[in-house]
């Protein structure tokens, strides 16, 4: 089990994921409805929880999250990995 110092870090990278995810959606003038919509999510809260770094961004929509975005979808991945699992970043890519 994780201490808490460790779940504090985690849900710190988790945010940074988050506040990149708003200011693009921002930067191509999308709304969280529309994010929500076109990934066919459903509900504009979930894109919410996301940019807050509350929820993960569903592995299956990755790279239609990139496209919305205007991102290589590959940044987004590595962006996510990071947060979510940044052993396997590290092994994967080196330093993290």
Known sequence: MA?????DFHDIRRQ??????????EAVRLTQ???AD???IGYYTFVS????GRSRVPQEKYEQYARL???????LA?????????????????RG
Do not use: C, H, S
Not at 3 to 7: E, L, N, Q, S, V
Not at 16 to 25: D, P, Q, S
Not at 78 to 94: H, S, Y
């Open 38 to 40: 076109a990934l066919g």
């Open 49 to 52: 929880a996301m940019e807050a």
């Open 33 to 35: 409805k529309q994010i």
């Open 16 to 25: 940074i994921v988050g506040g990149w995810l708003k200011e693009r959606r």
């Open 3 to 7: 201490d808490y110092k460790t779940k």
């Open 69 to 75: 975005l205007k991102v290589p979808a590959a940044d």
């Open 78 to 94: 590595k962006r996510v990995l990071r947060a979510e699992d940044p052993n396997a970043f590290r092994i994967i890519f080196g």
